[in-house]
């Protein structure tokens, strides 16, 4: 209510197509799927929590696919906003595809770690990227989603 009568404070147009234009950006803005996720990984659920989930997602970045499949070549490994991009991706996915759990089999890199499973590899700017999970990551994302409705219920 409050954060609402001071978004429509702000609005200064007439028109009622536009105010009402500017008043749902407004609420996208604050509430939009997008702005809500990335609140909840950066904001809600307790930093060691986000660390943590972030170190169960491995991202091998290649200049392109051949270099992925050369021994000689390592690729480099992504940051966590790529991680976060990832998860972002992982949660549209299961909302509006159907977004399968399992790892793909018969397709592990050679230099792969173990404790890890090989999940895609797509194609991100003209980049190759290796997407990996360690084997709790499933169980361990929903133990952090529950973490996170536990925090905003505090609140």
């Known amino acids: 209510m409050q954060e609402r009568n001071f978004v429509i404070s702000k609005i200064k147009e007439k028109d009622k197509m536009k105010f009402s234009e500017q008043l749902y950006l407004a609420y996208q803005e ?45 690729g480099r490994e992504a940051v966590g906003l790529d991680k976060e991009s990832y998860l972002y991706g992982i949660r549209n996915d299961y909302t509006h595809n159907t977004y399968g759990t399992g790892p793909i089999f018969g397709f592990e890199p ?38 996170g409705i536990a925090e905003i219920t505090k609140k």
């Open 30 to 74: 604050i509430y939009g799927v997008k702005n809500s996720f990335y609140r909840f990984i950066r904001d809600i659920i307790p930093s060691e929590i986000r660390t943590n989930l972030l170190s169960k997602i491995k991202i091998i970045i290649y200049n392109d696919y051949a270099e992925s499949l050369t021994e000689k070549y390592n």
């Open 110 to 147: 050679k230099n792969s770690r173990k404790g890890w499973h090989m999940r895609e590899s797509v194609y991100v700017k003209k980049e190759c990227h290796l997407i990996s999970t360690s084997n709790d990551f499933e169980e361990y994302l929903k133990e952090v989603v529950l973490i």
